[in-house]
């Protein structure tokens, strides 16, 4: 799938946008950078916005002390979504309650560092061919959670960096479900981070988006004990027949992107991403049944040889 950030609703929570990235360069886990200054440059841009007397005043203050100053992956990121001063403007002055209220735990991203290299660590230990990426956390304009720029993967702090229970009226409601919290961020950053590693990277059908997704999912629970779906999670569990039903009737189609996404259906009021859920359990399957258990996870983590893991996915789904 394309990379550029038009595809916002789909790109928010489906990151099957992995092609076409350039090979990542290998690094230690405990050498893995996490650049997160550009939220240190947001909020002393946003505190300037204060002495502002025209709206003239807050596009020159968001220019010199953010934009003048970005990382390379905030300047991919704005790059990629054509964005400019008074897209963040626009940003900040429509979510005012909301970014006060996160403002601790976003500023706090900092602490998460050991929780993400433990993640990458324990990774590196199940695949040791695993690249890393440079994360870099960055405030976007409420738009995109976390995509890949080749060797970059930007977070977008204003949704992963969240309290435990921010104030959501200000959000769109399809990214609401995207919105998470700074203590669960290492699931977030180890979850893009598999994605890079994996080898399937044209997916055409339900079923290998699904599993995609599922593989990406499922690494990232057992690695850091977070779903970071969990809306969907909780749905499924009681409803799992049904969402079965309903994915086996349109695994072999086309990517749909009601199955990925975080919005809601707003006929039915379903979560969304409920792809991820049925990937996931196709993936617990797999492995629960495989013989060769540590070979199983490298499987999972590359996804470089699918046929075994599609077949297990129409048994699953009780496919022919």
Not at 122 to 151: C, M, N, S
Request: aromatic share 8%; with cysteine; proline share 5%.
């Amino acid at each position: 799938m394309c990379s550029r950030l038009s595809l916002i609703a789909l790109l928010a929570a489906l990151s099957l946008q992995a092609s076409a990235q350039p090979p990542r360069p290998r690094v230690a886990a405990d050498s893995l950078r996490i650049v997160w200054t550009d939220v240190t440059h947001f909020w002393q841009a946003y505190d300037r916005l204060a002495t502002a007397r025209t709206t003239a005043d807050s596009l020159a203050i968001i220019d010199a002390h953010y934009l003048a100053l970005a990382s390379p992956g905030l300047r991919k990121y704005a790059e990629a979504a054509q964005a400019t001063a008074p897209d963040w403007l626009r940003a900040i002055r429509t979510h005012r309650r909301y970014l006060a209220a996160i403002r601790p735990a976003m500023q706090a991203v900092g602490r998460q560092q050991a929780a993400i290299r433990r993640a990458a660590r324990q990774l590196r230990a199940i695949y040791p061919a695993a690249k890393f990426p440079t994360l870099y956390f960055a405030v976007g304009k409420f738009e995109v959670g976390g995509t890949a720029f080749g060797d970059a993967l930007y977070i977008g702090a204003e949704l992963k960096c969240a309290s435990s229970q921010p104030p959501l009226a200000e959000i769109r409601p399809e990214l609401r479900s995207s919105v998470s919290a700074v203590s669960a961020v290492s699931t977030a950053c180890i979850h893009e981070i598999i994605h890079g590693q994996q080898q399937l990277l044209d997916c055409r059908t339900n079923l290998e988006g699904a599993l995609k997704e599922g593989a990406a999912e499922y690494l990232a629970f057992r690695l850091t004990g977070r779903l970071g779906a969990p809306a969907a999670f909780a749905y499924a569990k009681q409803h799992e027949a049904a969402v079965r039903r309903r994915f086996a009737e349109q695994a072999d189609q086309p990517i749909a992107a009601r199955w990925f996404v975080a919005a809601p259906d707003a006929a039915t009021g379903e979560p969304g991403a409920l792809g991820y859920v049925v990937g996931f359990r196709i993936c617990e399957a797999y492995y629960a049944q495989a013989a060769d258990k540590k070979q199983a996870l490298r499987q999972l983590v590359a996804l470089d040889n699918v046929g075994p893991l599609l077949a297990a996915g129409r048994r699953y789904l009780a496919l022919p």
